[in-house]
């Protein structure tokens, strides 16, 4: 109904059906009327089809390993693009970047705790950034299992960006692309003034 589509499988992808992020938003409204459960968007890309999606529905409780995943742009033919989030904005700076490149790039966000919820990370207790880069790691690999890897961070998300790049290298990995914007090292002792410096 959501897709408009009369015959489905309960083993077609709705991603491959068509479905995007608002009609999964729409899909997973009729989910709550039809079930009383209210799943994370995330559940989507870890269960794409109706049958992974029953079985979900039919536990007790539910746990995503992908909860800091969050779609922001699924669809597209490129090596996905993953973008760490931003204190103070979360994944939503990145959707105007999701429109600039167009369909064929795909976008995938990586937002910690609850944050990915409430796009407020000063709610959240950030862990140091080599454990978050880890997390991360693991988040992007139960969906990319191999390299090549494109990185996106932006401040202090190109600074968790960069340890994840080093992490992946260390792993045998390959980084096709570590994109920074804004970002300082930690490390780095920058003058007192350095706000009025142009």
């Known amino acids: 109904e959501v897709l408009g589509i009369q015959q489905i499988g309960v083993h077609d ?10 009609l999964a938003v729409r ?3 009729e989910i709550e009327k039809a079930f009383q459960k209210n799943l994370p968007l ?8 109706v049958a992974e999606l029953a079985k979900i529905l039919s536990q007790e409780e539910w746990s995503s390993s992908w909860y800091s995943f969050v779609p922001i742009q699924p669809i597209g033919d490129k090596i996905p693009l993953f973008a760490i989030h931003l204190l103070g904005e979360g994944l939503s700076f990145y959707r105007p970047l999701a429109s600039y490149l ?20 000063e709610e959240v207790s950030l862990p140091p950034t080599k454990d978050l880069a880890a997390h ?16 996106l961070g932006v401040s202090n998300g190109g600074n968790v960006a960069f340890e994840m790049a080093k992490q992946l ?5 390959t980084v096709a692309k570590l994109i920074l914007f804004d970002t ?11 706000k009025n410096m142009s």
Request: hydrophobic residues 35%; glycine residues 10%.
């Open 136 to 151: 991360y790691i693991k988040e992007m690999q139960a969906f990319q299992p191999q390299g090549p890897y494109v990185l």
């Open 27 to 29: 899909l997973f409204a």
């Open 102 to 121: 167009g369909q064929r790039q795909p976008i995938y966000g990586l937002n910690y705790g609850l944050a990915a919820r409430k796009g407020n990370e």
């Open 169 to 173: 290298h260390t792993q045998g990995q």
């Open 42 to 49: 995330a559940a989507l890309f870890q269960a794409p089809t």
């Open 184 to 194: 300082i090292h930690p490390n780095l002792k920058l003058p007192q003034n350095w």
């Open 13 to 22: 992808n709705f991603f491959y059906l068509g479905g995007q992020s608002l």
